[in-house]
């Protein structure tokens, strides 16, 4: 089986995996300024994608070009995190350099698509295909790619749940990664390899107290967080813990969407209630910052302040120390949220606001730490594990070795033959 790593090794975004000169797993980008693709156009003849993140398969529209139409396989919620993705890119960046796409490729994905539930094994470009849960985001997979030869596992990005007590816990929106398929060659995932998470039981019980704490003290909470997935999983614990909650942003249409698929989270009726218990905004009329003012949490987009209606939010309760601004995902370093945490500061909207509300980050990752990553890998010890998205892929594999794994980190634009 030959392997051409077209983005995504030793590195985290645009992740990109040919196989075969035929099959391609993921398409997708990296977001920056300027935004950064895979470093080859290839025109395979089907397309895999793993997940509904834009580091996955926000490049995808750009196979459609020309007369090509290869099919792209992937899950429902896959196939509509990626069309609404494509739709939100688009919408911001339409007839840009930062987008190589226009409406009319988005339209193609939806001629192409071919859905496909967990453990249904298909064929794609001469390969056998089956899709397992990844534990990630809602119709996240593993890839099982066997050319008849070779049975290649790719993991893309994953989760698995702990144990805390006795009791088994982990994101309360999807469940984690059970599945350990035989394969050959695993491609693994390395994001947060060197970083063991504090048990989930806890930081969800931390930051509960923190929200309760600020708004016992009169102040509002802004939770800035990514649409896919860590919206959700925010609407669920103020749903379980009754706490008054707002929500704004692209993660209301994701939300109502993902009620649409309840075989894909671990707890559908879990989810109704907290779609129910949320106050989705519509922005009309100045409705922001009256929602700015009351004794509230506010669950918005962008996860880093980037963009998207923290804009509004946050200049409106900045200067109030009783309020809060609570990150719950990891802040790239020079965005706003990155700032904010470091320095007490953010550029918003083009200014530099000093920010006198009080700032906190969870680990809230959907990603399997250390500890999860070697027990994943536990299941392969016979076999070859290649590392990619991450940081420090190369340290990671060398550390695989040590313990006896045949272990490498490839590089973008490498092939390795398996």
């Given at each position: 089986?030959?392997?051409?790593?077209?983005?995504?090794?030793?590195?985290?975004?645009?992740?990109?995996?040919?196989?075969?000169?035929?099959?391609?797993?993921?398409?997708?980008?990296?977001?920056?300024?300027?935004p950064?693709?895979?470093?080859?156009?290839?025109?395979p003849?089907?397309?895999?994608?793993?997940?509904?993140h834009?580091?996955?398969?926000?490049?995808?529209?750009?196979l459609?070009?020309?007369?090509?139409?290869?099919?792209?396989?992937?899950?429902?919620?896959?196939?509509?995190?990626?069309?609404?993705?494509?739709?939100?890119?688009?919408?911001?960046?339409?007839?840009?350099?930062?987008?190589?796409?226009?409406?009319?490729?988005?339209q193609?994905m939806?001629?192409?698509?071919?859905?496909?539930?967990?453990?249904?094994?298909?064929?794609?470009?001469?390969?056998?295909?089956?899709?397992?849960?990844?534990?990630?985001?809602?119709?996240?997979a593993?890839?099982l790619?066997?050319d008849?030869?070779?049975?290649?596992?790719?993991?893309?990005?994953?989760?698995?749940?702990?144990?805390?007590?006795?009791?088994?816990v982990?994101?309360?929106?999807?469940?984690?990664?059970?599945?350990r398929?035989?394969?050959?060659?695993?491609?693994?995932?390395?994001?947060?390899?060197?970083?063991?998470?504090?048990?989930?039981?806890?930081?969800?019980?931390?930051?509960?107290?923190?929200?309760?704490t600020?708004?016992?003290?009169?102040?509002?909470?802004?939770?800035?967080?990514?649409?896919?997935?860590?919206?959700?999983?925010?609407?669920?614990i103020?749903?379980?813990?009754?706490?008054?909650?707002?929500?704004?942003?692209?993660?209301?249409?994701?939300?109502r969407?993902?009620?649409?698929h309840?075989?894909?989270?671990?707890?559908?009726?879990?989810?109704?209630?907290?779609?129910?218990?949320?106050r989705?905004?519509?922005?009309?009329?100045?409705q922001?910052?009256?929602?700015?003012?009351?004794?509230?949490?506010?669950?918005?987009t962008s996860?880093?302040?980037?963009?998207?209606?923290?804009?509004?939010?946050?200049?409106?309760?900045?200067?109030?120390?009783?309020?809060?601004?609570?990150?719950?995902?990891?802040?790239?370093?020079?965005?706003?949220?990155?700032?904010?945490?470091?320095?007490?500061s953010?550029?918003?909207?083009?200014?530099?606001?000093?920010?006198?509300?009080?700032?906190?980050?969870?680990d809230?990752?959907?990603?399997?730490?250390?500890?999860?990553?070697?027990?994943?890998?536990?299941a392969?010890?016979?076999?070859?594990?290649?590392?990619?998205?991450?940081?420090?892929?190369?340290?990671?594999?060398?550390?695989?070795?040590?313990?006896?794994?045949?272990?490498?980190?490839?590089?973008?634009?490498?092939?390795?033959?398996?």
């Amino acid at each position: 089986m030959k392997l051409q790593f077209l983005g995504g090794a030793r590195e985290v975004g645009r992740s990109a995996i040919l196989v075969n000169d035929s099959l391609l797993l993921d398409y997708g980008m990296l977001t920056g300024n300027p935004p950064q693709y895979p470093v080859a156009s290839p025109e395979p003849d089907a397309v895999v994608v793993s997940h509904g993140h834009l580091d996955h398969v926000g490049a995808v529209p750009t196979l459609l070009s020309g007369d090509r139409r290869p099919p792209i396989h992937w899950t429902p919620p896959t196939q509509e995190l990626a069309l609404t993705l494509a739709r939100d890119t688009l919408k911001l960046h339409g007839g840009t350099y930062d987008c190589p796409f226009t409406e009319t490729h988005v339209q193609r994905m939806t001629q192409v698509s071919n859905p496909h539930g967990y453990g249904e094994p298909f064929e794609a470009a001469g390969h056998e295909v089956t899709l397992y849960n990844a534990g990630h985001i809602p119709g996240s997979a593993h890839v099982l790619v066997d050319d008849g030869d070779t049975r290649l596992l790719y993991t893309a990005d994953f989760h698995l749940d702990e144990e805390d007590g006795g009791d088994v816990v982990g994101q309360r929106l999807v469940p984690g990664s059970t599945d350990r398929p035989d394969a050959d060659v695993v491609i693994c995932e390395s994001t947060y390899a060197d970083v063991e998470h504090d048990p989930r039981g806890e930081v969800e019980r931390r930051f509960v107290e923190s929200l309760q704490t600020t708004m016992w003290e009169g102040g509002t909470v802004v939770v800035p967080a990514f649409a896919i997935g860590r919206t959700q999983e925010m609407l669920l614990i103020c749903e379980a813990h009754d706490l008054p909650c707002y929500v704004d942003g692209m993660g209301k249409q994701v939300t109502r969407m993902l009620r649409n698929h309840p075989e894909f989270v671990r707890d559908a009726d879990a989810l109704r209630r907290a779609k129910s218990h949320a106050r989705f905004v519509t922005g009309r009329n100045g409705q922001r910052k009256r929602i700015a003012k009351q004794n509230t949490v506010i669950v918005t987009t962008s996860g880093m302040l980037s963009g998207g209606p923290a804009m509004t939010y946050i200049p409106e309760v900045r200067a109030d120390p009783t309020n809060k601004i609570t990150m719950t995902g990891y802040q790239v370093e020079g965005t706003p949220g990155r700032d904010l945490l470091e320095r007490g500061s953010a550029e918003i909207d083009g200014r530099i606001m000093p920010i006198s509300a009080q700032a906190e980050s969870y680990d809230f990752s959907a990603h399997a730490d250390h500890d999860g990553l070697r027990e994943f890998l536990s299941a392969y010890e016979a076999s070859e594990i290649l590392v990619n998205h991450g940081d420090n892929c190369e340290n990671f594999a060398a550390e695989l070795r040590e313990d006896g794994y045949e272990a490498s980190a490839p590089e973008v634009g490498q092939v390795v033959e398996v």
